[in-house]
């Protein structure tokens, strides 16, 4: 089955500084890979998506890129603020709506 | 609009037990997906249903099930509960396969 890698398990960047989350799946049938923030007491929040028809998308500070050969998805932040500070999960997704999810990223925006 | 609305929010019960929790997807979405979210194995894939049609399974024991309704109203059952069930179960929904909204999630603990 599928199998997603996500590195690094913690990040901690100053405020201002840019922060990039890096993820790797096994099943090339994986078309859509989502990332998600992860608030206390909260469920996953979608905060940028792409499909493997797309290379590269991008949304104010957050962009995401896809590497289909080797594949790789990661997610870059910048001008990373404290409110940025959270779990990031990274997911691969398959035509049926299921959802492999990495292990979690966490976080930490210094002020 | 309304989000994905789970219920109950906190349930707590005893080995042996069965129990039922319910998720209201948003309004026109036809997809739910079920997760299981422990500290030690991430978030795992329950099951999903498009339509009242079960399209996906994880690999978990028979004890987990679920069904949808007609208005897209899910439900997920877990009996002979063991202590090992205690989780933060998520539900998600979507109008087809992408961009998937969570809820909060019901925090089961088995005591």
């Known amino acids: 089955g599928e199998n997603v890698e996500q590195h690094p398990s913690t990040l901690s960047v100053q405020e201002g500084d840019s922060a990039v989350i890096k993820c790797t799946y096994s099943d090339s049938a994986s078309n859509y890979f989502p990332w998600y923030k992860q608030e206390l007491g909260k469920g996953p929040q979608l905060i940028i998506d792409?499909?493997?028809?797309?290379g590269e998308k991008k949304d104010q500070r957050i962009a995401v890129t896809l590497n289909k050969t080797a594949k790789h998805f990661s997610l870059h932040i910048t001008e990373t603020q404290p409110e940025d500070s959270a779990v990031y999960f990274c997911?691969?997704?398959?035509?049926?709506?299921?959802?492999?999810f990495g292990d979690g990223t966490t976080l930490t925006v210094k002020p | 609009k309304a989000g994905v609305t789970q219920t109950p929010r906190y349930l707590i019960k005893t080995r042996g037990q069965q129990v039922t929790l319910s998720c209201s997807p948003i309004?026109?979405?036809?997809?739910v997906s079920w997760y299981q979210q422990t500290p030690g194995q991430g978030l795992q894939f329950l099951f999903e249903y498009f339509s009242e049609t079960q399209r996906n399974k994880g690999n978990f024991p028979g004890r987990f099930s679920g069904r949808q309704f007609s208005n897209s109203r899910s439900e997920m059952n877990v009996s002979t509960l063991e202590l090992g069930d205690s989780a933060l179960y998520l539900c998600?929904?979507?109008?087809?396969?992408?961009?998937?909204?969570f809820g909060s999630g019901t925090r089961l603990t088995v005591v």
């Open positions: 997911a691969a997704n398959t035509n049926a709506g299921k959802s492999t």
């Open positions: 792409i499909r493997s028809n797309v």
């Open positions: 309004s026109g979405h036809r997809s």
């Open positions: 998600a929904s979507a109008w087809d396969n992408y961009g998937y909204t």
